[in-house]
C-alpha cells in the first residue's frame, strides 16, 4: 500500500524569513519525510513582505522550493490580502489555483500549520476540492480570535483580553462597526468548521478557542515536538547570577518590565546580570524604543544589549547565562524559548499567565511572577541569583522536552485514525 | 426616394406627433433655409383631405404681404401674418405640400384691440409654428373657418428674416399681456419638440423669451432696500418638474405675484402654491419678519432643457417690481432627492409634504419604476428544479455581503436542495465587479444562485419585485443582504410554519443583533406624541435573545421585509412591494397591512433565528427626515387602516402581557 500524503500549508518559509510556527511547520515535515510511514509535502506562503524578489511566474502562485519535489512554494500579494477578514480578496487563487494544485497533489491528508496571508477561505477550498480528505489545523497563534494581531491584549490600555466579543472589540476598534466582528467571527468560524480536528500546542490555547466556539471534540492538546540538542553544560560551580532573554523587543516580550526590574535588583545585588538576546527594536513604536533605551541606561552596567543571533548559537549563549526570563505581558501559546530553555537545562522565570505558566512548573523547573509588575519580578530574581540551591533544585525538575520523534509517531496515530473511516468518527468524537 | 417623397414622409410624421423627427440634414447651413422651387407664388385652392369636398378659395382672409418667417431650432418655422378672421370664428391652421400631406400648425392670435366682434377688419396677428419644414418644397398655408378658407403659397425666400428680426419687429412692440400670451404659446412647443436639436430649440426660445418678457429692475440685496427676491437653487426632477427654493421680501405692500420663468418661457406662479416658512436669517438685511423663505415644487407646461438663465419675478400691491436670474439648474436626480428630504426641516406641519414634496417624490419614484428591468440574469450552479422556496436578496453597494451569506449557507444542506437564490443588485455600477466575483463564489461553496443586473438603481421595493417576478418557488422569502442565519435549518422551519397556519399572510422569523439582543419580533404600529404620525415599532427590540415574550409564535401586526415569507401567488396578487418610499422603509409594513386588508394573518416566528447587522448607510439628518416622510406617507396612506388593527387587543396588549409572563 503506498503512504498516504500529508500535505502542510504554513504562511512562510524558515529559509525566508526566521519564525517559530515556521520553524516547527519545516522540522515537521523533514521528520515525517525521514521516517517511513507518510510522504509528507510542504506548501509555503511566499510574498512581497518576506522575500526580497517574489515575482510569480507568469500563470501560476506556485514554484519549487528548491531540489526537493515536495517543497513547494506559493504566492500571494500582500496587498490582497484583507487583514480583517483574513481572506485573500481575489477568489480565484483558491477556486483555480489552489483547486488545480490539490487535484493534482490528491493529498490524503491536508494539515493546515498556518493560513496568514493565504486565507481561511483555502480551509474551505480543500473541503471542496478533496471532499473526503481529513483536515487538521495546528492552532498557533489567536488571530481568528483577536483582531489585534492575535495578542489579545486591549488596545486602549494593555489590559489582557480573554472574551472577545463584537461589542468589547469594538471598544479596541472604535472605527470598526461591532457588526462586523460579529461577521469576522462568523465568517472565519464556517470555514474553520470544515476543519475535521485541531491540534492545540498549549492546554490555555485550547481553552480559548473552545470559549470561542470550537466544539471541545473536535481540539486536542498537542504539543510540539522538538529534534533533540545537545544540552548546554551546567558550567562550574559558581553563583547563579547570569539571567537571559530570548526574544523579541517588542511591547507584548515584557522587556521593559525586566529591565526595570533590573534597575531595583541592581540596587543591592549589584553582582546580578542581564543579557538582552533580541531584535527588532527598530521595528517598534517610536515612543517604546525610547522608553526602552532609557531604562537600558538606567540599568547601566547590570545589563548587556547583546542583540539577535542565529538558531545555531544558542547553545552557546544557553551556556553563558543561568536563568531564562520569559516576562510577557500578553497570553502566549507555547512560547518556543522556554521548551530551549529546558533542553539546555535551563530554568525559567516567567510571567505568571497563559501558555508561559502553563509549561512552566512553579518551584519545580522555574518560577513564576505577577506579569507585568516589576517589582514582583525583582522580588523573584532575587530569590532567584541569591538562594543557595535553588537553581540546582529547579534544574533538577526540567522535564525531557517532547520529543519530535514522539510528537511524529503521536500525530501518526491521529491521521490514521482520520484516515480510517470508523476510526476518524472516533477520532473527532 | 426623391427628395419630394422624402418631405411628405416627413410631413406625415410630424402630423401624427409618432416620431421624433428625423436626422438633422447636415448638409444644410442651421441657418439656410429651405428654398422654394414653384415660381408660382398666386394662392390657388386646394382640398382638404380631413374635409372633403369642401372647396378653398382665395378670400383675402390672409394678408399675403404680412407673411414673416424664422427658424426656431433645427426644426421649427415661426410664422407670423395678420388676417381679418373674427375673433370669435373658429379656425384651424395648415401647411399643405403638393396635394397631400396636410401639417395641422400649432397657432395663436393675437388681438391688438380690445374692440367689440362687430369692429371689423380685426388686423390680429396670427403666430403659428412649423415643425420638420420640408427642405425642398415650400409649404402652402391654408386657413381654414367658418368665415372662409384662405389659400396662400408665400415667397418663403423672401419672407424669411433671422429669429431676432422677426420677434423685434412683429412681437416686441406689442402690450406686455399678448407679449406674455405669445411667450407661453412659444413655450409649450417644447412639448413636441423633436430629441434631435432640442438645445439649440431651446437657445432659441430663451432668445423669445428675453426679447418678448417684460425686463425687470434687478433685485436688490442690499441694506435699506424693501424688496428682495433670491433663488437660493433649482432641482430638475425631470425636465417639466423642478423643485425651487428661495426667498422674497417686501417691507412695503403685500405680493401680488412671484413668477418663475423658464429659459424657453414657461411661465409659473410661486404666490399661491409656494410652501413659505420664516427666514430670520434675512433679518438682517430687512424689517424683522419681512423676508421669507419659499419651496415650490412645479410642474411647467412644457419641457425645459436649459440649466442656466431661469429668471424670477416679484411684484407687490402697489406696482413694484423686480427680478433676479436664478443659479443654473442641478440635474442630478440623487441630489434633487436628497434636496426635497434635506428641505423637509423647514416642514412644520406637514404641509411642505402634503404640498410640494409628495408629488415631486412620487413622480421621481414613478420615473425610477419605469426604469425597473434586468439587464442581465446571470445563473451560477444549477438551482433545484421545483424550488420550496425563492430567497430574494437585493444587494446595495455592500456587495460583500454575498460572501458573508454564501458561507453561511454552504453549511445549510436543505438550503442548498431546497432554496432558490436570487441576489437583484440595486447597484448597477458594481455589476462588474460583482459578476467577476460570483463565479469564483459560487465554486468556493457550491451554493446554487441567480445574480440580476439592473438597468438603473430602482431602490428596495422594485429590486424585491423583479426578485419575485424571476422566482421559481412556491414561497418567497424576502430577505436583507446583512442577514445571516443563526444556524442551518432556518428555511425549513419557516416553511414547516408558514404551511401550518390557515389564513397566514407573511411570516417573519426572529432577528438578533451580533450582541444578541433582539432585533425584530414583530411589528406594531404606534402614533407619535408631536407629529400624530404612526410609526413602526418593533417588538421587544433590544431585549435579549432569550426574552420569554419573544419566544413563542404569535399574531403580529407586521412582520419586517429583512426576512419575510409569503406565497408567491398571494404576493403577486397584491401586486408586490409599493415603490413609493423613499430609500427602502415602510414598503414591509405597507404590504402587511394590504394583507391585513385582505383578512389574512401575519406572524411572527421565534423558532427561526437569524442575525440581522443592521448598519447605517447615509448621514443622519438625511436618514431622520427620510424616515419623517417615508411615515408621513405610511400614514397618509394607511392611517385610518392602522387606527383600526391597533383596536385591537391582541396587537396591544401583547407587549405588556409578555412582559409579565417573562417575570
Known amino acids: ?27 515537521l515535515y523533514r521528520s515525517l519525510r525521514d521516517g517511513d510511514r507518510f510522504e509528507p509535502q510542504l506548501v509555503a506562503r511566499i510574498g512581497p513582505n518576506q522575500a526580497r524578489t517574489a515575482e510569480p511566474h507568469p500563470g501560476t502562485p506556485f514554484r519549487a522550493m528548491g531540489a526537493d519535489p515536495d517543497e513547494m512554494l506559493v504566492y500571494t500579494a500582500t496587498e490582497r490580502f484583507d487583514f480583517f477578514w483574513m481572506t485573500h480578496r481575489d477568489k480565484s487563487f483558491y477556486t483555480r489555483d489552489f483547486d488545480a494544485f490539490l487535484r493534482a497533489q ?100 485550547r481553552d480559548r478557542y473552545i470559549d470561542w466556539g470550537i466544539d471541545p471534540a473536535r481540539i486536542r492538546f498537542e504539543e510540539y515536538g522538538r529534534r533533540p540538542a545537545q544540552r548546554a553544560p551546567a558550567g562550574a560551580e559558581r553563583e547563579r547570577t547570569r539571567i537571559g532573554f530570548f526574544g523579541q523587543l517588542n511591547p507584548f516580550k515584557g522587556v521593559t518590565v525586566l529591565l526595570e526590574a533590573m534597575r531595583l535588583l541592581s540596587e543591592d545585588v549589584p553582582g546580578a546580570h542581564l543579557w538582552l ?23 547601566g552596567p547590570s545589563a548587556t544589549l547583546a542583540g539577535s543571533y542565529g538558531h545555531e ?3 552557546g549563549l544557553m551556556a553563558g547565562i543561568d536563568w531564562v526570563v520569559v516576562p510577557s505581558v500578553w497570553w502566549e501559546n507555547s512560547p518556543l524559548v522556554i521548551q530551549e530553555a529546558f533542553q539546555h537545562g535551563r530554568p525559567v522565570i516567567c510571567s505568571d499567565i497563559g501558555g508561559m505558566a502553563e509549561k512552566v512548573g512553579h518551584e519545580v523547573n522555574g518560577l513564576h511572577f505577577r506579569a507585568g509588575d516589576p517589582r514582583s519580578l525583582t522580588e523573584t530574581l532575587r530569590r532567584a541569583v541569591t538562594e543557595p540551591g535553588l537553581w540546582d533544585r529547579l534544574r533538577a525538575g526540567i522535564p525531557d522536552v517532547y520529543d519530535m520523534e514522539d510528537h511524529v509517531r503521536s500525530l501518526g496515530e491521529i491521521y490514521d485514525g482520520l484516515l480510517n473511516p470508523t476510526l476518524r468518527r472516533e477520532a473527532v468524537s | 426616394m426623391s427628395d419630394a417623397r422624402l418631405s411628405q414622409r416627413q410631413i406625415r410624421t410630424a402630423a401624427t406627433g409618432a416620431s421624433p423627427g428625423p436626422e438633422p440634414d447636415t448638409t444644410r447651413g442651421p441657418l439656410e433655409r429651405p428654398r422654394p422651387t414653384s415660381t408660382d407664388a398666386a394662392a390657388r385652392p386646394v382640398t382638404r383631405p380631413a374635409d372633403a369636398g369642401r372647396r378653398a378659395s382665395p ?125 407661453a404659446f412659444l413655450a409649450a412647443a417644447t412639448m413636441t419638440a423633436p430629441e434631435a436639436g432640442k438645445l439649440s430649440f431651446a437657445r432659441d426660445l430663451m432668445l423669445a423669451r428675453d426679447a418678448l418678457r417684460e425686463p425687470q429692475p434687478l433685485r436688490a440685496r442690499d441694506r435699506g432696500e424693501s424688496q428682495g427676491l ?28 412671484l413668477t418663475l420663468f423658464s429659459p424657453e418661457g414657461h411661465r409659473v406662479d410661486l404666490l399661491d402654491d409656494a410652501y413659505r416658512y420664516p427666514r430670520p436669517d434675512l433679518d438682517s438685511l430687512f424689517a424683522p419678519g419681512v423676508g421669507e423663505g419659499f419651496i415650490a415644487y412645479v410642474e411647467l407646461p412644457g419641457l425645459s432643457r436649459l440649466d442656466a438663465s431661469w429668471i424670477s419675478e416679484v411684484q407687490n400691491a402697489v406696482g413694484t417690481t423686480s427680478e433676479t436670474e436664478a443659479p443654473a439648474v442641478e440635474r442630478d436626480l440623487d441630489a434633487t432627492r436628497r434636496r426635497i428630504l434635506m428641505d423637509l426641516e423647514h416642514d412644520r406641519d406637514h404641509r411642505l409634504i402634503e404640498s410640494q414634496a409628495f408629488p415631486a417624490l412620487l413622480r421621481m419614484q414613478r420615473r425610477v419604476a419605469a426604469r425597473a428591468a434586468v439587464a442581465e440574469l446571470r445563473e451560477y450552479g444549477r438551482r433545484p428544479t421545483t424550488p420550496e422556496a425563492s430567497v430574494i436578496v437585493p444587494l446595495y453597494r455592500r456587495i460583500d455581503f454575498l460572501e458573508q451569506q454564501l458561507a453561511q449557507f454552504a453549511h445549510d444542506p436543505t438550503f442548498r436542495e431546497k432554496a432558490d437564490l436570487v441576489y437583484v443588485l440595486d447597484s448597477p455600477e458594481q455589476g462588474d465587479e460583482l459578476v467577476e466575483r460570483a463565479a469564483y463564489l459560487h465554486e468556493l461553496y457550491g451554493v446554487p444562485f441567480r445574480v440580476a443586473l439592473l438597468r438603473g438603481n430602482v431602490g ?87 426574552f420569554a415574550g419573544a419566544a413563542r409564535a404569535r399574531a403580529v401586526p407586521a412582520v419586517t421585509g429583512a426576512c419575510l415569507m409569503i406565497r408567491r401567488a398571494l404576493y403577486r396578487d397584491l401586486g408586490g412591494m409599493e415603490g413609493v418610499y423613499v430609500q427602502g422603509d415602510y414598503e414591509d409594513s405597507d404590504l402587511c397591512i394590504r394583507l391585513l386588508e385582505e383578512g389574512l394573518t401575519n406572524w411572527y416566528l421565534p423558532d427561526a433565528e437569524l442575525y440581522h447587522l443592521e448598519g447605517q448607510s447615509y448621514p443622519d439628518s438625511l436618514r431622520r427626515l427620510t424616515r419623517r416622510y417615508n411615515e408621513w406617507l405610511h400614514t397618509h396612506l394607511w392611517g385610518d387602516a392602522i387606527a383600526e388593527v391597533m383596536q385591537e387587543a391582541r396587537y396591544t396588549d401583547a407587549p405588556a402581557l409578555d412582559r409579565e409572563e417573562s417575570s
Open chain 1, 106 to 205: 490528491q493529498p490524503d491528508i491536508v494539515h493546515f500549520q498556518h493560513t496568514l496571508f493565504l486565507g481561511y477561505d483555502l480551509v474551505t477550498q480543500v473541503r471542496r476540492s478533496l471532499p473526503d480528505t481529513p483536515i487538521l489545523y495546528t492552532l498557533h497563534e489567536f488571530l481568528p480570535i483577536c483582531h489585534r494581531n492575535g495578542q489579545m491584549v486591549r488596545t486602549f490600555n494593555g489590559e489582557r483580553c480573554m472574551d472577545a466579543s463584537p461589542r468589547r472589540c469594538q471598544e479596541c476598534f472604535p472605527e470598526i462597526p461591532a457588526r462586523d466582528f460579529f461577521m469576522r467571527r462568523r465568517f472565519i468560524q464556517s470555514h474553520l468548521e470544515h476543519v475535521d480536528l485541531f491540534l492545540a500546542p498549549s492546554r490555555f490555547l
Open chain 2, 460 to 546: 428596495f421595493a422594485h429590486a424585491n419585485n423583479i426578485g419575485a417576478e424571476l422566482a421559481a418557488g412556491r414561497l418567497l422569502v424576502f430577505l436583507n443582504s446583512d442577514v445571516l442565519p443563526d444556524r442551518p435549518g432556518w428555511l425549513d422551519r419557516m416553511v414547516e410554519a408558514h404551511d401550518g397556519m390557515d389564513g397566514i399572510g407573511a411570516l417573519g422569523p426572529k432577528l438578533l443583533y451580533e450582541d444578541d439582543s433582539l432585533q425584530h419580533a414583530g411589528l406594531y404600529f404606534q402614533r407619535t406624541a408631536v407629529s400624530g404620525l404612526w410609526r413602526n415599532q418593533h417588538y421587544f427590540k433590544g431585549l435579549h435573545r432569550h
Open chain 1, 277 to 299: 538576546h533580541g531584535a527588532n527594536l527598530e521595528l517598534q513604536p517610536p515612543a517604546f524604543q525610547e522608553r526602552f533605551c532609557d531604562l537600558l541606561d538606567r540599568v
Open chain 1, 1 to 27: 500500500m503506498a503512504k498516504p500524503r500529508v500535505l502542510y500549508i504554513v504562511h512562510n518559509h524558515p529559509e525566508l524569513h526566521p519564525g517559530g510556527a515556521e520553524a516547527y511547520a519545516l522540522e
Open chain 2, 230 to 257: 433670491n433663488i437660493d437653487a433649482i432641482h430638475a426632477v425631470d425636465d417639466s418638474a423642478y423643485w425651487v427654493r428661495g426667498w422674497v421680501a417686501d417691507g412695503d405692500a403685500p405680493l401680488v405675484r
Open chain 2, 59 to 183: 378670400s383675402g382672409l390672409i394678408d399675403g404681404a404680412s407673411v414673416r418667417t424664422a427658424p426656431l431650432g433645427p426644426w421649427h418655422t415661426l410664422v407670423t401674418f395678420r388676417s381679418a378672421l373674427r375673433p370669435t370664428a373658429a379656425a384651424d391652421l395648415s401647411a399643405t405640400v403638393g396635394e397631400e400631406g396636410h401639417l395641422p400648425l400649432r397657432w395663436t392670435r393675437l388681438d391688438q384691440r380690445d374692440g367689440t366682434e362687430d369692429a371689423a377688419p380685426y388686423p390680429s396677428l396670427f403666430v403659428a409654428l412649423m415643425g420638420n419644414t420640408p427642405p425642398a418644397e415650400s409649404p402652402r398655408l391654408t386657413l381654414y373657418s367658418e368665415q372662409a378658407t384662405d389659400t396662400l403659397e408665400p415667397d418663403w425666400s423672401r419672407s424669411s428674416v433671422d429669429l431676432r428680426t422677426l420677434l423685434r419687429e412683429e412681437l416686441a412692440g406689442m402690450d406686455a399681456g399678448l407679449r406674455t400670451e405669445a411667450l
Open chain 1, 313 to 315: 548559537a544558542l547553545p
